[in-house]
């Protein structure tokens, strides 16, 4: 079955260390992949996507994520964080390419940040 | 501009009601989703909208729910009869046009509690 897998329920990090958050994908093609973020009482904000070309996308924030065919992985990093960035952490994919069938999320990772 | 809005941000119902969650999406996108984030859990896709038209509903968890659309504006998402495990954050988001690459601009999402 299709899905997305984000092996990390949750991460605790000091501040100023730096951050990787895992995601992998089972799809027969590769999907178009996303990472969002969800701060306590706000809605989705979105920090990247992949569609095709250069496999080290940028996103706002100084988040960015590396995709990897061979891996089925699309990993989110961040060289220092900041104690704003506590929040939850969806990976996403468009399995259709077409956004007709909407997102298939992950159940997420959420980050601790301590002082 | 205005982002995506949902109303009422929460609702308390009883079991056996019926409620009417509404959305409404960024000002000239076309395409309008549903999802579905239960305590924990990841979004659960629903149902797309392209305009008016909703070509594919098997995503709704059940005949006690439905959705619809005016135009290219407010979507209105109806549970009848609601049950307990029908609690859930329920989120809208809104895209330009429905194409993958298109980003999906998520409301804060109306916390539903039946009880």
């Known amino acids: 079955a299709q899905s997305v897998t984000q092996p990390d329920i949750h991460i605790t990090v000091s501040e100023g260390a730096s951050l990787e958050l895992r995601c992998n994908y089972s799809y027969g093609a590769t999907p178009y992949l996303f990472w969002y973020v969800q701060s306590p009482g706000q809605g989705l904000q979105l920090l990247l996507k992949?569609?095709?070309?250069?496999?080290l996308v940028q996103g706002i924030k100084g988040f960015e994520a590396e995709f990897k065919r061979s891996q089925s992985s699309f990993n989110l990093r961040k060289p220092s964080v900041h104690w704003s960035d506590a929040a939850e952490y969806f990976c996403a994919v468009d399995p259709a390419g077409g956004g007709a069938d909407g997102l298939t999320f992950g159940k997420g990772t959420h980050l601790i940040i301590q002082p | 501009g205005a982002g995506v809005s949902q109303s009422p941000s929460n609702k308390v119902t009883e079991k056996g009601k019926d409620v009417e969650l509404r959305c409404d999406p960024i000002?000239?996108?076309?395409?309008l989703y549903w999802y579905r984030q239960r305590l924990g859990q990841g979004l659960e896709f629903l149902i797309y909208f392209q305009g008016n038209s909703a070509p594919d509903k098997s995503g709704l968890p059940s005949d006690r729910f439905s959705a619809e659309r005016t135009g290219e504006s407010v979507s209105t998402l109806t549970i009848q009869r609601t049950q307990q495990e029908d609690s859930a954050v329920y989120l809208c988001?809104?895209?330009?046009?429905?194409?993958?690459?298109?980003?999906?601009?998520f409301g804060p999402g109306t916390r539903l509690t039946v009880l």
């Open positions: 000002s000239g996108h076309t395409a």
């Open positions: 992949y569609f095709s070309g250069d496999t």
């Open positions: 988001a809104s895209s330009l046009s429905g194409g993958g690459i298109d980003t999906q601009y």
